[in-house]
C-alpha cells in the first residue's frame, strides 16, 4: 500500500532555481527518508530524518519534517542540470525496517 | 562501501520461463534484503522481505509460489520469477540493510528490468 503522497508529480525548473517537493504521509513513522532515483537506475540514499526531528539539512538539502501534519518537505537549493531525477519520500513505521515508499517526484532541471 | 549488486541488469524471456535474479551484497553482511518491483514512471512496491536462513516474507498480494526467494548467505539472496507471463514485466530492486545500529539505512541494488515475451 502506499504510505506517502508525493506533490508536485513532476516538476520543471531551470538551473540555478530552487526546488521545493512535498510528501504526505499516514501513519506514526519512526523516520523518513528521502533517495533519487536516476531514470532506469537504482536508488540513493539522500537524507534521513528521525521522527523528533524538524529540520535537517546535507549540503544543498534541506529536509523538513512536521509530525502534526504528517508531511515533510526536501528542498534543494541552487540546482543542477544533474538533479534531473526523480525523488521519493520513503517512511519506516518500526515494522522489521520496512520502507514504504511515496508516489514520487520526477524533477527536471533545465540549462 | 556499502554496494549491492544485481545479476542480470537486464533480461528477456519468453512466457512460461522462469528467470532467477541475483542480489549480492559485495562488501558487507547483510541478514536482510528486501525485494521490490516498480513500474515505469510508479513507486517502488515492496514484495518481500528476505532473512538470511529463514523463509521469505511476503506482502499482501505477493504470491509466494510466483515469487521464490532464497537467501542462502549472508550476502546472497536469489529472486526467482516461475512461469513468467507479460504482466510480470518490471523493474526490480533489492535492497540490503547494514545490520548496525538502528536506523538501519537501506542500500539499493542498481535493479534488473526483466521483459517478457
Known amino acids: 500500500s502506499q504510505q506517502g503522497e508525493e506533490d508536485p508529480q513532476a516538476l520543471s525548473i531551470q538551473e540555478g532555481e530552487n526546488a521545493t517537493m512535498n510528501c504526505s504521509y499516514k501513519t506514526s513513522i519512526n523516520n523518513l527518508q528521502w533517495y533519487r532515483q536516476n531514470s532506469g537506475r537504482g536508488l540513493v540514499h539522500l537524507i534521513l530524518?528521525?521522527?523528533?526531528?524538524r529540520e535537517k539539512h546535507s549540503g544543498r538539502l534541506r529536509v523538513t519534517l512536521d509530525t502534526s501534519k504528517k508531511s515533510s518537505s526536501l528542498l534543494i537549493t541552487a540546482s543542477r542540470a544533474a538533479d534531473t531525477a526523480s525523488y521519493f519520500c520513503?517512511?519506516?513505521?518500526?515494522?522489521?525496517?520496512?520502507?514504504?515508499f511515496g508516489t514520487g517526484t520526477q524533477l527536471k532541471v533545465e540549462l | 562501501g556499502a554496494v549491492v549488486s544485481q545479476h542480470p541488469s537486464w533480461v528477456i524471456c519468453k512466457s512460461g520461463t522462469s528467470v532467477k535474479i541475483e542480489c549480492r551484497s559485495l562488501?558487507?553482511?547483510?541478514?536482510?534484503m528486501f525485494w521490490y518491483r516498480q513500474f515505469p514512471k510508479q513507486s517502488l512496491m515492496l514484495m518481500a522481505t528476505s532473512n538470511e536462513g529463514s523463509k521469505a516474507t511476503y506482502e499482501q498480494g505477493v504470491e509466494k509460489d510466483k515469487f521464490l526467494i532464497n537467501h542462502a548467505s549472508l550476502t546472497l539472496s536469489t529472486l526467482t520469477v516461475t512461469s513468467a507471463h507479460p504482466e510480470d514485466s518490471s523493474f526490480y530492486i533489492c535492497s540490503a540493510t547494514l545490520d548496525r545500529g538502528y536506523p538501519y539505512e537501506q542500500y539499493f541494488g542498481p535493479g534488473t528490468r526483466l521483459t517478457v515475451t
Open positions: 562488501d558487507f553482511q547483510a541478514t536482510t
Open positions: 530524518i528521525r521522527s523528533n526531528e
Open positions: 520513503a517512511t519506516d513505521t518500526g515494522g522489521g525496517n520496512k520502507l514504504t
